[in-house]
Structure formats: C-alpha cells, structure tokens
C-alpha cells in the first residue's frame, strides 16, 4: 500500500516562498513518475508540475511556470515543490501524486494520492 504525505504548508504574503515536500511510504519512488496538483475552493482539481523518474524531465502549467520548481530525492523517497513569487491565486489544497505506469511527465492518469497540504497566500 503506497502512502504519500505532504507537509509544508502555510499562510504566506503574496510574494512570498514556500517548498513543499512528499514522503512516501510502500513504495520506491525513483521508479515512478510524481506529481503535484491542486484544488482552489470551488474549483476542479489542476495540474501543476511532474517529474520524471530520474529528475531529467519536467513538466509545469502555465500558470506557475518560471515560479515553482519540482524535485526529487530518490533517496530519500520524497519529491518537492519550491514555490517562489506566490499569488493570491496559488491558494489551494496540494496534493502530491503516483504515477504507475509511463516514464514521462504528464497531467494525467495518477493512480495514488496524498492527502493534501493547506497553502494560502494573503494578499
């Protein structure tokens, strides 16, 4: 059984930073695709960035490219988000995702989720 805990969120100034972190447990991260999405309140959840297997490969939306960066230590099984430059509008729930199947970043097909991690910028 695969278990992927987020932390490190919080409340901070628009402008401001914060790194999230996703451990993982049940399962050797290096061999899967990890990513991070989020849910604003009232709204679908969204993709926001994914990183291949060996860190060679990333994939961001628009809409935090330039300002968040993702990465892994496979060994010590947890992937990041470093979230530079917050907005108002990054505030959201995150949650960090497996990926079985597939050696490339992708938006889709996430098989195992965490249970999110509050991230609320003021303005």
């Known amino acids: 059984q695969v278990q992927l805990v987020e932390s490190g969120g919080g409340l901070v100034q628009t402008g401001g930073s914060l790194s999230l972190s996703c451990a993982a447990s049940?399962?050797?991260?290096?061999?899967?695709?990890m990513g991070w999405f989020r849910q604003a309140p009232g709204k679908d959840r969204e993709f926001v960035s994914a990183?291949?297997?060996?860190?060679?490969?990333?994939l961001y939306a628009d809409a935090v490219k330039g300002r968040f960066s993702i990465s892994r230590d496979n060994a010590k099984n947890t992937v990041y988000l470093q979230m530079n430059s917050l907005k108002p509008e990054d505030t959201a729930v995150y949650y960090c995702a497996l990926r079985q199947m597939g050696r490339t970043p992708s938006p889709y097909n996430y098989d195992y989720w965490g249970q999110g991690t509050q991230v609320t910028v003021s303005s």
């Open positions: 990183i291949s297997r060996s860190s060679g490969d990333t």
């Open positions: 049940g399962r050797t991260l290096s061999i899967y695709v």
